[in-house]
């Protein structure tokens, strides 16, 4: 499973450094944070594959994270090109947040479950 990830993870940064190149449209600022959120997303894909969780819990993990880093995508794809009063930008830090909390959270019921 892990070289699936890192292969995909590859296969899409690559992708998104074309579209950066070829869209004039597509800021470097958000090919930047969408590959930044690519990587990430790749980094909870594994961290999901490491940590000993149960079986049931990695399953519903490996559908809800890579949602999740579509969501995070769009977001930083389609974001203003600026720091001040951007609400993706916003958005995405708390996605960030919830992902981090989320799996912590699952990690520690995953082990109290005998």
Known sequence: MKRIIIFSCLVLLLANLLFGIMLS?????????????IVLTSIFMLLIGILPLKDGFKA???????????????????????IKDNWAMIALILL???????????NIISNKIK
């Open 25 to 37: 449209a597509y800021e470097w600022g958000n090919v930047l944070i969408s590959s930044s959120v």
């Open 60 to 82: 519903s993990l490996y559908v809800i994270y890579p949602a999740l880093g579509f969501i995070e995508f769009m977001l930083s794809a389609f974001s203003p090109d600026r």
């Open 96 to 106: 960030v947040a919830f992902q981090i909390i989320f799996l912590f959270i699952t």
